[in-house]
């Protein structure tokens, strides 16, 4: 997956549909470039794919390689 990098998408507030909520994480891979993004339920960061050395991370690694990238604890 080259020139792929990674995100997470933290939710900082309840979807009204019940789609997803406050305090939920989700993690893959994207074509975005690195940074943080204000989106319309939370926040998006996103990582260097070369940042994470692994070909398939697991769930939590990317997470907390995420966190670890920009110092969020």
């Not at 994207?30 to 697991?58: A, E, N, W």
Request: proline fraction near 5%; glycine fraction near 14%; charge should be positive.
């Amino acid at each position: 997956m080259e020139g792929l990098n990674y995100f997470a998408y933290f939710v900082g507030c309840t979807d009204p549909k019940g789609l997803f909520k406050r305090g939920e994480v989700g993690v893959g891979y994207t074509h975005l470039s690195p940074g943080i993004r204000d989106c319309r339920y939370g926040t998006l960061y996103v990582v260097p794919g070369k940042f994470i050395k692994m070909k398939r991370p697991q769930v939590s690694t990317i997470r907390r390689n995420v966190l670890l990238y920009y110092g969020v604890k």
